[in-house]
């Protein structure tokens, strides 16, 4: 699963809206891993290895997702601990209403372009 992941994330042809329109930062990269993913959870490992992210680049930046509840432990398997995002926090909301907002209005513009042609 990781594999489908890691070809999707690191190929820029497939990136989000996000990324797009905010910059391709490994914070903002690792909130729209799990935005776009916000039915399963994933161990730290799962995550660095999708987004091709270094081990060093991920440990600067999760902490402080975790520590401001925008990413929460989902779930524990022994010592592992698995990671979701919190859809319930004010940043995710907006990040979503924002990406909505946003994919609407691209697609209005695209269907403009095509009726014009």
């Known amino acids: 699963m990781v594999n489908k992941f890691m070809d999707l994330y690191m190929n820029r ?3 989000s809206i996000l990324i797009k329109m905010l910059g391709n930062s ?3 990269r ?3 891993f799990f935005l776009d993913n916000p039915l399963f959870d994933f ?3 799962e995550v660095i290895e999708a987004l ?3 081990k060093q680049t991920f440990y600067k930046y999760f902490p402080e997702l975790e520590r401001y509840e925008i ?3 989902s779930r524990k398997i022994g010592r592992a601990k698995l ?3 919190n859809l ?3 940043l995710v909301e907006m990040l979503r209403k924002y990406e909505k907002k946003i994919s609407q209005y691209m697609a209005r513009k695209e269907s403009e372009v095509k009726v014009k042609l």
């Open 13 to 15: 042809e497939y990136e």
């Open 26 to 28: 490994p914070k903002l």
């Open 30 to 32: 690792i909130i729209d």
């Open 43 to 45: 161990t730290k490992k």
């Open 52 to 54: 091709g992210m270094s």
């Open 71 to 73: 990413i929460e432990v």
């Open 83 to 85: 990671y979701r995002i």
């Open 88 to 90: 319930k926090h004010p």
